[in-house]
């Protein structure tokens, strides 16, 4: 199947809040701009895959339920990751579901329907040759707080057209046959610091040992907690410095906040620790409600579980394979036997009349 110039997806209703994103708008956070990009980048570079796009291309992130769309001008290949849910396409008076983590093709004209997401906070919905929006500054990520990039710098709208870049996704659709857990582990592993010193050890002790709470006051910027509140040594303000996309703020209430990838670039509030590259993607899958505690580990032992989170990726993605063809029932066969006088026969040889 190839995507023709001009191909798109027309969305009819566009779900809580979704928006397109990739990997982020790097390089700019000394002029004020944040980073943004997808809350599951694993997921993401997932999608990206099963699709035959580059891990970068821009997607459709969605939270808690999928958008609906019509698909224009060319088929489209598409392919859900990051949530299990279940994905109807409706063309030509037939209605056919999917699952999430295989690639699927919907013609032209089809009406495309995502569900609530299960087991995740978040997926991503990629389509063969990337959501083609014009980039700014170098991503097509969607900054929500600065207005601009993806489309028209805000989440979707019923009515808005996508543009898709052209690609050729021959060959059959494939799949993850073992899509990677989404069940959270409960905990979230730190770097100590950099204002760790700003903190009693009682504090220091009351963070680590939790648990915390998600609250509802949780969005792409941030997740307030709630849990054991802990104490300064001097008081909760600094001098504003730079904010890395996981760097946990405390403000004078003593309860931590987990900066995600709208974050502001910089803060004045003391920061207590940063939660480690490799358990981001986790952490911006999770929900209001959820509960977790943090575990401090050294910088080296943050830097190796990178490096094992990049060996997973590259695991899964030389796993993917063509989609299984369903088991089909030979119709014309089964009406062929007799079964009723084989299972007679089968009860005379057990229990023969006289």
Request: contains cysteine.
């Amino acid at each position: 199947m190839n995507t023709a110039p001009g191909a798109g997806l027309r969305i009819l209703q566009p779900g809580p809040q979704t928006t397109v994103q990739d990997l982020g708008r790097k390089g700019h956070q000394a002029l004020g701009v944040p980073v943004c990009g997808a809350l599951d980048p694993v997921a993401m570079r997932l999608a990206n895959a099963l699709v035959g796009n580059a891990e970068d291309a821009a997607i459709i992130e969605c939270r808690l339920a999928g958008p609906a769309f019509e698909v224009t001008g060319a088929p489209l290949r598409l392919a859900l990751a990051g949530a299990e849910a279940t994905i109807t396409v409706e063309a030509g008076g037939t209605s056919l579901a999917f699952p999430a983590w295989r690639g699927f093709d919907a013609p032209t004209g089809a009406t495309v329907r995502i569900g609530p997401l299960r087991g995740s906070g978040c997926a991503s919905l990629a389509v063969a040759g990337g959501i083609a929006v014009a980039p700014v500054l170098g991503s097509r990520a969607t900054d929500l707080k600065g207005r601009f990039g993806g489309h028209e710098g805000r989440p979707l709208a019923a009515g808005d057209l996508l543009p898709v870049g052209t690609a050729a996704a021959d060959g059959p659709c494939l799949e993850l046959p073992a899509a990677p857990p989404l069940a959270f582990s409960g905990t979230l592993r730190v770097v100590l610091g950099p204002q760790a010193d700003a903190f009693t050890d009682e504090g220091i002790a009351a963070f680590l040992g939790g648990p915390f709470e998600v609250t509802r006051e949780a969005d792409r910027m941030g997740m307030r907690l709630s849990g054991p509140a802990f104490s300064f040594v001097r008081g909760a303000d600094i001098v504003s410095d730079g904010i890395a996309t996981g760097s946990i703020q405390v403000p004078g209430s003593g309860q931590p906040i987990v900066l995600l990838v709208d974050h502001q670039t910089i803060g004045g509030y003391a920061k207590v620790a940063t939660v480690i590259s490799a358990d981001l993607p986790a952490a911006g899958r999770l929900l209001p409600g959820a509960s977790l505690r943090f575990v401090a580990v050294s910088v080296a032992e943050a830097e190796e579980a990178r490096r094992q989170l990049e060996a997973e990726i590259a695991r899964s993605i030389g796993t993917l394979a063509p989609v299984r063809s369903p088991v089909s029932l030979d119709e014309a066969a089964l009406y062929a036997s007799n079964l009723i006088s084989g299972a007679v026969s089968a009860l005379e040889e057990v229990h023969p009349f006289d």
